[in-house]
């Protein structure tokens, strides 16, 4: 909804954004476009997220099993764009070719190119200035204040030296990621299983492979990726799928061309101690090393809500519009949590809806209201059959559905955008 009363003052709210990638810096500039104070807070060194390749290893958790991991990002060195660059802009900062040395043209460009894109995008509308580096955020609460009806946030963090600080904001914007925590599957026998197992966030290059037998558990993009690179160094590597159905005829052809050293199987069954993975249709074969390319977690290890907003089988909730929770809302919001989506212009629009609300501009429903939003969500994803898991898999063709106050905004550019996804 849109405040109808164009007298009303704009409001300037103090705003703690978590997360430097490619959400929280359109939030930041969002943000600052309507004319709040912002702190960025960022755990690595630069800004960039996931696109800040990391060529760090946690040798000691392979599987990602601690929380939060140590080493955030999960790109790998050859990883490539699968969507073309004209889908990767923001609205008014398109990701064109750069001519400049060392930089990528091509339309899928590598995973440096993003992070170059970023970097330029931070230049290009100043938010460095707003964005602390290596600050690790620890704890994030409501704000005691039993005199006050304005609800405020205490944020803990800490740097690199130790130091720990703690900062009260009017809004906080969660906008950490989802491709870190490792989503891990319960394998039959995988606890006493002799062999190196892994998930693919711990997958950087294909050399340590060299001359084993691979099984790499998942076939989306990750996983195709990791098999068909691992192929070339290893004595056999054998790709589980789900279904039939997950083999695509581009698939199918490099199972044709080499189909001495790369298998599909379906279903990893179970692990033995004698080092055998055992598959669906019964069949075997002694592996050295299982990755898991099985996707990931939602994580906020930091935040603490009393219960208001949960992660349960990768529901994030409740969230209306996956943005605010109805409870808490305006002053707590996630910028980034629906996947298949366009980013960055997606997160934008996000984040222009969060920055409008926060000062006035925009108002939301009455909280009884977002919450039946929300449960009308999940009734209609139950009915479609869709698991909870994938609450936040929304339609690339319905995203005008997800924010109504910017409706116009989102159909600007998705049309042609649209048109390239499929192209």
């Excluded at 606890?191 to 558990?217: I, K, L, N």
């Excluded at 691992?230 to 279904?243: F, G, I, N, P, T």
Aim: aromatic content about 8%; glycine content about 8%; hydrophobic content about 40%.
């Amino acid at each position: 909804m849109v405040c109808d009363d164009d007298n009303m003052p704009l409001q300037r709210k103090k705003v703690c954004v978590i997360g430097a990638g490619m959400a929280g810096l359109a939030a930041a500039r969002e943000l600052r476009r309507e004319g709040h104070a912002v702190t960025v807070l960022e755990q690595s060194g630069d800004v960039g997220g996931q696109w800040l390749y990391d060529p760090r290893l946690d040798l000691a958790d392979p599987l990602g099993g601690e929380e939060p991991v140590k080493v955030h990002s999960s790109i790998y060195a050859s990883l490539r764009l699968i969507s073309a660059r004209e889908n990767m802009g923001f609205t008014d900062f398109q990701f064109a070719p750069k001519d400049d040395d060392g930089r990528d043209q091509r339309r899928f460009p590598g995973h440096r190119e993003v992070y170059l894109y970023l970097k330029d995008f931070c230049d290009t509308f100043g938010l460095m200035e707003f964005v602390r580096l290596n600050t690790r955020v620890l704890r994030v609460a409501m704000q005691q204040q039993p005199t006050s009806r304005c609800r405020q946030w205490a944020v803990r963090s800490v740097d690199l030296a130790k130091v720990e600080t703690e900062e009260v904001f009017d809004a906080v914007v969660v906008a950490n990621g989802h491709y870190s925590q490792p989503r891990v599957p319960s394998i039959q026998g995988m606890e006493a299983w002799s062999g190196r197992q892994m998930h693919s966030h711990s997958y950087r290059t294909p050399e340590p492979f060299r001359g084993e037998v691979v099984v790499v558990v998942g076939s989306g993009e990750s996983g195709k990726d990791v098999a068909m690179e691992v192929r070339k160094v290893a004595k056999e590597v054998h790709l589980v799928a789900q279904s039939m159905k997950e083999v695509t005829p581009g698939l199918a052809k490099v199972l044709a061309k080499h189909g001495a050293s790369l298998h599909v199987q379906l279903h990893l069954a179970r692990l033995c101690e004698d080092g055998r993975a055992v598959f669906g249709d019964g069949s075997s074969v002694v592996a050295d090393t299982v990755i898991y390319c099985t996707g990931y977690d939602y994580s906020f290890p930091f935040l603490d809500t009393a219960g208001a907003v949960t992660v349960d089988d990768n529901r994030v909730g409740p969230l209306f519009e996956h943005v605010f929770p109805p409870s808490l809302a305006p002053s707590l919001s996630f910028i980034g949590i629906p996947i298949k989506v366009f980013a960055p212009w997606f997160f934008e629009a996000q984040a222009k809806w969060v920055a409008q609300v926060l000062s006035g501009r925009r108002t939301l429903p009455p909280e009884e209201e977002m919450l039946r939003s929300v449960e009308e969500w999940y009734r209609s994803r139950e009915i479609a059959g869709v698991p909870k898991k994938y609450t936040h898999d929304v339609s690339l063709f319905d995203i005008t559905v997800l924010l109504p106050d910017n409706r116009l905004l989102l159909n600007r550019s998705i049309h042609w955008r649209s048109v390239c996804f499929i192209a």
